[in-house]
């Protein structure tokens, strides 16, 4: 499958995902706002990674991803109710700390800024 269309499906299951993600209604989910980082899917969209951050670090992060584990069989209805594809991805959530990380480089870069 071309690059390019690959990259196509893998924004689009990322712009689904973060509707599906608001609909969900695990406390672990909603109580910390989970985030999706980015999405890499394999060529033949036999698997799909999702990485997802929260806003209150690694900790509460991996507690979202045991709360979105429980609901991928939800999650993969969904996406396939969604998106116009004869075979929806296997979905596999990583915890990432990205958000957190760069909120920490935005608060060095302005503490630079202000001295």
């Known amino acids: 499958m071309s690059g390019h269309r690959i990259e196509r499906i893998n924004e689009d299951i990322k712009r689904e995902l973060s509707a599906i993600f608001r609909e969900i209604k695990d406390p672990r989910v909603t109580e910390n706002f989970v985030s999706i980082v980015r999405v890499e899917g394999t060529n033949d969209l036999s698997y ?7 806003i209150g670090g ?14 991928s069989g939800y999650i993969k209805r969904e996406l396939g109710h969604r998106l116009d594809l004869r075979h ?3 979905l596999f959530f990583y915890a990432t700390d990205s958000i957190e990380y760069g ?7 302005n503490d630079l800024n202000g001295d």
Do not use: F, Q, W
């Open 58 to 71: 690694l900790d509460k992060t991996k507690i979202s991803v045991e709360g979105l584990k429980s609901a």
């Open 48 to 54: 799909c990674n999702v990485y997802v951050s929260a």
């Open 88 to 90: 929806i991805p296997e």
């Open 103 to 109: 909120a920490n480089i935005s608060k060095i870069l």
